[in-house]
């Protein structure tokens, strides 16, 4: 097997699209699938994989959001039992709280090329929620929300220069970016177009409420 299919993507091309999880990698032509893709076969066979049963699909579904967010299982059910108790559709609101975790706002804002890389900025205290350390990654942001740098010129640096290095990063509109200090502000929840996983909530919603 190719170098290129290694262990870090196997997630993505087992599912057979992009779970992001090599951050901006993944939009460029290095991304695993897109090489996977070039090297396929020809013809109608060159990717062949059957639907599966009812709960199979389903609990793809599920996996999808896990490791597209970085949740264990523990983790996932808690924040769906959370949605759960709300009113409105349940997928849509658990894809919305998933969206609200910290380490998932500061790769949103390009301050880390990947989720993973951003949780491990949060927990080195590298990130300010309001005036004070944030070093747990699975904080819930809210509307008013401010997100700030350390300030020490190593933090500072190390986010610039993440920065500088992806200048075509675009920010969704739930978020406010200042890149001059750098600093941000939560300013309305996001939408379900904001969530860029590609995914069938309500699958999930079934395989979970059984």
């Known amino acids: 097997m190719a170098r290129y299919l290694g262990s870090s993507c196997k997630h993505c091309r087992r599912e057979g699209m992009k779970l992001m999880l090599k ?3 993944c939009e460029t032509a290095k991304c695993a699938i897109e090489k996977h893709e070039r090297q396929m076969a020809p013809g109608m066979h060159g990717w062949r994989r059957g639907r599966g049963s009812n709960y199979a699909v389903r609990l793809r579904e599920k996996q999808k959001v896990k490791r597209y967010y970085g949740l264990l299982e523990k983790q996932f059910m808690g924040y769906f039992k959370e949605a759960s108790r709300g009113k409105g559709n349940t997928g849509e609101a658990l894809l919305r709280l998933l969206e609200r975790r910290l380490d998932n706002v500061v790769y949103k804002l390009n301050f880390a090329p990947s989720r993973k890389a951003a949780r491990q900025l949060i927990s080195h205290g590298h990130i300010y929620l309001n005036g004070r350390k944030a070093d747990i990654p699975d904080i819930t942001v809210k509307i008013g929300d401010k997100i700030t740098v350390k300030n020490n010129e190593r933090s500072r ?12 990063f675009t920010v969704q509109g739930w978020l406010q970016l200042d890149a001059e200090k750098p600093a941000a502000t939560i300013v309305s929840m996001p939408t379900r177009e904001d969530i860029q996983l590609v995914i069938e909530e309500n699958l ?6 059984r």
Not at 157 to 168: D, M, T
């Open 157 to 168: 640096k190390q986010i610039k220069h993440q920065l500088e290095a992806n200048p075509n």
């Open 204 to 209: 999930v919603v079934e395989f979970c409420s």
């Open 23 to 25: 951050g901006v990698r």
